[in-house]
């Protein structure tokens, strides 16, 4: 997979994690990327939530080079509001 591959499916990831989140407002977003090469899907992962949601939105970030029980790179993104986890999703990229 391509940094830019990676990068793509990143920012796809994000739009389907806004999909899923629907109405619901997020007071703080985490996004863990695990892979060894993760840096250009961050960027992009960063730059896609700074377009869905506001600033007052906090923003979470973790590059994790590769857990040993995962397979494959994937991005896991959560979104929180009250102290509670309102909405999370895995996704593998590169797929």
């Known amino acids: 997979m391509t ?5 793509d499916d990143g920012a796809d ?3 389907k994690f806004r999909k899923l989140l629907g ?10 990327i695990d892979s ?6 961050l960027c992009a992962v960063e730059a896609r939530l700074a377009d869905c949601w506001a600033v007052d939105v ?7 080079t590769r857990s040993p029980a995962t397979a494959c790179d ?4 959560r979104a929180f509001a009250d102290g509670d ?8 990229l590169g797929i």
């Open 23 to 32: 109405r619901r407002l997020p007071q703080r977003i985490q996004a863990r």
């Open 36 to 41: 060894p090469a993760g840096m250009a899907g």
């Open 3 to 7: 940094h830019e591959d990676q990068a």
């Open 58 to 64: 906090s923003k979470e970030f973790v590059w994790l």
């Open 13 to 15: 990831a994000v739009a």
């Open 85 to 92: 986890v309102i909405c999370e999703a895995v996704f593998q």
């Open 74 to 77: 994937r991005l896991e993104l």
